[in-house]
């Protein structure tokens, strides 16, 4: 099946403003808010909700799953510093959209879901858009260390824990981001491996994301 993506004026209008609401809400980071300014977040929904995909909000993407808040995207991006070449293991692809974003910042990204049909959503939506992550199927909740080390590592998901078999894939000086708390809300916490078995963990501000459900998780 071939995908048809419009970018008309009106979408176009709307994401100005939603950058702009960004921006109010705190969202710094240039490269990360053109990033978001570029990529058309309406083509990650169905063309009857089309007039929901500007507002700040999470929204369903079936299988029980939704595509992140706009503010919370650009907040975990945020916290990531993406460098050109950055090679990212990102868990709990969704939609796909946050992994645009990824590639967009320049980052080598791999992208893991556990959801088969979200997965075989991502694999062709995301390539007809012209965003080409390494996209992988399966639990992510213990990475992918045939893979590693990672730069940076981006959890999409609530865990319990952080897992420290995600730790050892990062290189020194990698950063991970993930959302860590019970099902109901989640501190952010950053994680930079300062050498071989040093840490620096920092928690931030509190969320509420989708449990991440897993061998290494719940
Ligand atoms: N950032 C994504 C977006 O922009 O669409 C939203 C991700 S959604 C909040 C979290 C995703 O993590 C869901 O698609 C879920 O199926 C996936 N997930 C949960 N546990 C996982 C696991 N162990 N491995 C891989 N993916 C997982």
Redesign the pocket.
Known sequence: MAYKFIDNYREQGARKKLIALLRDKGISDEKVLKAMGKIPRHF?FDETFWNQAYKDI?FP?G?G????QPYT?AYQTELLHIQKGDKVLE????????TCILVELGAKVFT????AN?FNHTIKVLPGMGYKPHFFL????GGIPEHAPYDKILV??GAPMVPQILLKQLKIGGILVIPVGDEKSQKMITVLRVSESDYEKIELDTFR??????DK?W
């Not at 868990?91 to 946050?98: A, D, E, N, P, R």
């Not at 994301?209 to 897993?214: A, D, E, K, M, T």
């Open positions: 990650f999470a993407i299988d799953q939704t595509i992140s995207v868990i709990g692809t969704g939609s796909g959209y946050q893991i879901e556990r959801q979200l399966g639990d992510g909740s999409t998901a994301f989708v449990p991440l459900v897993g998780a």
